[in-house]
């Protein structure tokens, strides 16, 4: 039934006449008669009956006619709250990232916009980064972050050029890097493959990959734990662990980067919710390094 059937049901029940009913809709009587024949086709049983009393309504017709005056104050109270708050920042956000970036980054940057938008609420699921544009893509997510060359076929901000490091227990140089043993972690293929090419330009030799763990905590450990030495992006880990950093250049002498994205379906732009993280954001692009972000 549409809502034009609910708003005819609960006037004729509350007028209990069809003609000051179709007075109060605006049509006439032959129409609204017409109008009350297809919706008890629709539901396919009779609603009322005229007699010398009036019109009376059946057992299924009180049932049908009650639930239509809930159901049309249910319709009015939503149209009125949505067309009431279109103009704020109230909805929910819908966003995608990798897990480094939703455990390391999105914290202190969603709390921040909570501060400016406290109605505002988030969503959040964690995808690798090769599965975030897909998921923006078909509406399962409005925006999302990412590392790398993702995304690239969406609206995207950038907002931090991370540098490369490798961590180790003890310091070390890049000779001595050359000749470890290197842990990686469940990173996204372009990040992996970017490592795997700047050590091909840069050492010649095959790299020693002695283990490949789950996530970068996993991997943390087993630095500490002398296992070997790790390639990573950003020096957040410098917070809860003792461990020594080399900053990474290429044989050229430019440092060894990649850059974190945020990307967003833009159609979006038309919701206010939407838009004003959209500002919120701009701002942030282009910020410097943070040194809080890796993946």
């Known amino acids: 039934m549409k809502t034009e059937d609910w708003l005819t049901l609960s006037v004729i029940y509350r007028t209990k006449s069809l003609s000051s009913a179709a007075k109060e809709l605006f049509i006439s009587q032959p129409a609204l008669t017409i109008r009350l024949q297809n919706i008890e086709k629709e539901v396919g049983c009779q609603i009322a009956i005229r007699s010398n009393k009036g019109l009376l309504f059946t057992p299924e017709g009180e049932y049908l006619s009650t639930q239509s005056q809930k159901i049309t104050d249910l319709v009015n109270e939503t149209l009125r709250h949505v067309q009431g708050t279109a103009n704020e920042d109230i909805g929910i956000i819908k966003i995608v990232a990798p897990s480094t970036i939703a455990k390391y980054f999105l914290p202190a940057l969603l ?9 505002t609420t988030f969503r959040l699921e964690v995808v690798n980064s090769s599965e975030v544009e897909r998921a923006i893509t078909s509406c399962k997510a409005y925006c999302g972050f990412v590392h790398g060359d993702y995304c690239e076929n969406l609206p995207r901000l950038p907002l931090s050029t991370m ?99 945020f990307a967003y379906m833009e159609e979006m732009e038309a919701s206010h919710c939407m838009n004003s993280f959209l500002k919120f954001m701009n701002e942030h692009s282009h910020s410097p390094d943070t040194g809080v972000i890796h993946g």
């Not at 709390?111 to 109605?119: A, F, G, N, T, V």
């Not at 010649?204 to 905590?217: A, F, G, I, S, Y």
């Open 111 to 119: 709390l921040q916009y909570k501060k400016l938008s406290p109605e």
């Open 163 to 261: 540098r490369a490091y490798a961590v180790c227990k003890q310091p070390l140089t890049l000779e001595e890097l050359k000749e470890m043993p290197i842990i990686l972690h469940n990173t996204s293929k372009y990040s992996q493959d970017n490592v795997q090419l700047w050590w091909d330009e840069t050492f010649h030799t095959p790299m020693d990959v002695r283990m490949n763990v789950k996530n970068l905590d996993i991997c943390f450990s087993m630095v500490d734990s002398g296992f070997g030495a790790a390639i990573v992006f950003g020096d957040y880990y410098m917070d809860g662990h003792t461990l020594h950093a080399l900053p990474l250049n290429h044989p050229d002498g430019t440092p060894f980067t990649r850059q974190l994205w």
